[in-house]
């Protein structure tokens, strides 16, 4: 996971605590289960079968009426990695979290993923995330033994286990990978002998107490390093020694476990290309190559596609997402904030609903599925609130570590837990409600092969907005786009909006207003409606890349003029229109041509500044209109030193109109030209 407070913590438990693979090591009394409780549970739950101590669940053979729609993903085979994170469990039990079977009774969590059709669970591993005292740093404090105690659950159920090694002591991540506090200091071939000591150990426990390890990653999100070290030769020395714990141990105990190595970014996809060619030229032994995939963050499913097949067919690794999420809330529920609001940054075509969550986990495994990858992890999906929001809940993330970060962890992590320390950022993208109850939504890893049905209904409406010129009438959509739970159901439908509300709105004065509206099935909506000076200039501070509604003009051989990006220079934005010559005067003239304004009364102002310039030069800005020129002379007095000629009242009565800046200077001056703005101010 990555670029958020989305962290945890652990106990401190000693690995021969819990080496009874199979027994359950009870927090909270949900895992401590008996011969005769299994046996209930295995008779009170459709498809459930026991052997060997290990309940397992089937998939459905058929679509099923649930809560939520689910398209089938016809192809889609049985064995596809429904996987979860779900490293912060005990630390949430420790904190008083509790949670529930969707009968609303008290259960253990990887029971009710193992119904839920999750078929594997990931478990970070940090090598001592712990202070001198003891004290956690939070996040899961994710150790080994507490890995051991989660892997043991995780198997109970007939899960395999995915460890993710991070080769630190707290989160590793793009913007992060420290060495953990045993090696610092060292050399990058002792640094690969520890890692190699720590990983061939860490299996072994986690085998001899029966943990189904399916699969280890070595490294975590590791485009920028791995254990303090960033240097790539050193990187894929640590990696080497990696992969050769993993198979040694592999072979040791005759077990097939899969070594995975683990980027992000992959919207930068020539990146994540060199990474995987760097990883075959440095002669690393790996099956998987895992990618974190955040639809939020990490661009579209068909770039995901090119990514994964082009590993698949240049490489011939095998694909996972290694991570992946989505909000089913808005809400932030213990009062710490989330790092994806669920608000202004939504993917396209999905809300802030159950349905949405379970739409999109559909869709990136339909597209992951089609592009021939293995399999998708969700992302922490057991992380909920610990308390209240209104509450301070401190002080529990501070003991049990179900933060994403304690006050324990600055002096390790100075720039960011440091700093940020705190409570969950997670909790509106978990699959469990903030009391524990499963979401509707969990259920999408059964239903991914046969679907799921259930009646029509609406899954949201986007937020409708309209922005209005002052002076001019509101004219507000005819019909808005409706979301249903199946998507091919989604529709414009007619809306009436309230007649009285629209014409109680001044539109002479600027303001901000929401008017109510009525769908043809009686579903109330609402339009946000803002009364502003609209600029009426296209791309009026030349940022985005077309530049073609600028007309640019100039004397001899050679345009003295370019669009520039620079920061310093520009008013708005990084780009401005920018003259320099050095060696001969300047004429040139930048202007815009309108055709369909609205009739009315409008002012054009622009930002200008430079220097050097002599005298005799002529800077204007103008205003072409019913065949006459307004211009206002103007001069730049020094850089960074704007100044803003103004055309107050320019009357447009048939729409069209020509706005522009022309000037006639020496060589060698210099300036810049930005956010040209036209606004109507009247009638």
């Excluded at 209930?40 to 498809?47: F, L, M």
Aim: proline share 3%; aromatic share 10%; net charge negative.
């Amino acid at each position: 996971m990555k670029r958020l407070h989305a962290r945890f913590l652990a106990l401190s438990i000693s690995a021969g605590l819990c080496l009874t693979a199979l027994s359950g090591c009870g927090t909270n009394g949900t895992d401590s289960v008996t011969e005769e409780q299994n046996s209930t549970q295995t008779e009170s739950n459709d498809g459930g079968t026991q052997a060997d101590g290990v309940m397992t669940f089937s998939l459905p053979d058929g679509p099923e009426e649930s809560e939520i729609y689910i398209e089938p993903i016809a192809d889609i085979s049985d064995d596809f990695i429904r996987g979860m994170d779900a490293s912060s469990v005990l630390v949430e039990e420790n904190s008083g979290v509790k949670y529930y079977n969707f009968e609303g009774e008290e259960q253990d969590v990887f029971m009710t993923l193992a119904q839920s059709g999750v078929n594997y669970i990931r478990i970070r591993v940090w090598n001592d995330p712990f202070d001198e005292n003891g004290n956690g740093y939070g996040g899961g404090n994710n150790d080994l033994a507490t890995a051991i105690v989660l892997g043991q659950r995780a198997t109970k159920y007939g899960m395999k286990v995915c460890i993710d090694f991070h080769y630190s002591d707290f989160w590793a991540d793009p913007k992060r990978q420290h060495a953990p506090k045993a090696w610092e200091g060292m050399s990058v071939q002792e640094k690969s002998d520890a890692l190699y000591d720590f990983t061939k150990d860490s299996l072994t426990q986690l085998l001899d107490a029966g943990v189904d390890v399916g699969m280890v990653q070595i490294g975590n999100e590791i485009n920028n390093g791995m254990a303090g070290e960033t240097l790539a030769p050193s990187v894929y020395t640590l990696l080497l020694s990696g992969s050769k714990a993993v198979r040694e141990i592999s072979a040791s105990y005759d077990k097939d476990i899969q070594i995975v190595v683990h980027y992000t970014n992959i919207e930068e996809a020539d990146k994540i290309n060199t990474i995987a060619l760097n990883l075959l030229n440095f002669g690393v032994d790996y099956d998987i190559f895992g990618l974190s995939y955040y639809p939020f963050w990490d661009g579209t499913n068909e770039n995901m596609q090119a990514v994964a097949r082009n590993i698949q067919d240049k490489y011939g690794k095998k694909v996972i997402i290694a991570e992946t999420s989505y909000c089913y809330t808005s809400e932030d529920g213990d009062g710490s904030g989330n790092s994806f609001s669920g608000t202004d940054d939504l993917v396209e075509g999905y809300g802030a609903t159950v349905q949405s969550q379970a739409t999109m986990i559909r869709d990136v495994c339909a597209a992951a599925n089609e592009a021939g990858v293995s399999g998708v992890f969700y992302w922490e999906g057991v992380w909920i609130p610990v308390g209240e929001p209104t509450a301070d809940n401190s002080p529990i993330w501070e003991e049990f570590g179900s933060g994403w970060a304690s006050s324990y962890a600055a002096d390790y992590d100075p720039d960011d837990a440091g700093l940020y320390y705190g409570g969950c950022s997670w909790d509106n993208q978990a699959m469990f409600d903030f009391h524990g109850y499963p979401l509707a939504s969990l259920n999408v890893w059964k239903y991914l092969k046969y679907g799921a049905t259930t009646p029509l209904a609406i899954d949201y409406i986007p937020e409708i907005y309209t922005t209005s010129d002052v002076g001019t009438d509101i004219a507000l959509p005819e019909t808005i786009d409706v979301i249903y739970n199946d998507r091919s159901a989604n529709a414009k439908v007619a809306v009436t909006w309230n007649a009285a509300q629209i014409a109680a709105i001044d539109t002479n004065v600027g303001g901000n207003y929401d008017i109510a509206g009525t769908l043809e099935d009686g579903t109330d909506v609402a339009c946000h409606v803002e009364v502003k000076m609209l600029n009426h200039v296209k791309n009026p501070s030349f940022e985005e890349s077309d530049t073609s509604m600028w007309r640019v003009t100039y004397e001899g051989d050679k345009n003295p003029t370019d669009f520039q990006t620079k920061a310093d220079d520009a008013h708005d934005g990084v780009v401005a229109y920018h003259f320099w010559s050095e060696d001969s005067d300047m004429e040139f003239a930048i202007e815009q041509d309108f055709t369909d304004l609205e009739p009315g009364t409008y002012q054009l102002l622009v930002y200008a500044q430079g220097g050097d310039v002599s005298e005799d030069c002529e800077m204007e800005l103008y205003a072409v209109v019913n065949g006459e020129e307004i211009t206002e002379p103007f001069m730049v007095a020094g850089w960074a030193n704007w100044q803003t000629p103004t055309i107050p009242e320019i009357k447009v009565t048939d729409g069209t109109l020509t706005i522009g800046v022309r000037m006639k200077c020496n060589a060698r001056s210099w300036g810049t030209v930005d956010e040209f703005t036209l606004n109507r101010i009247g009638d």
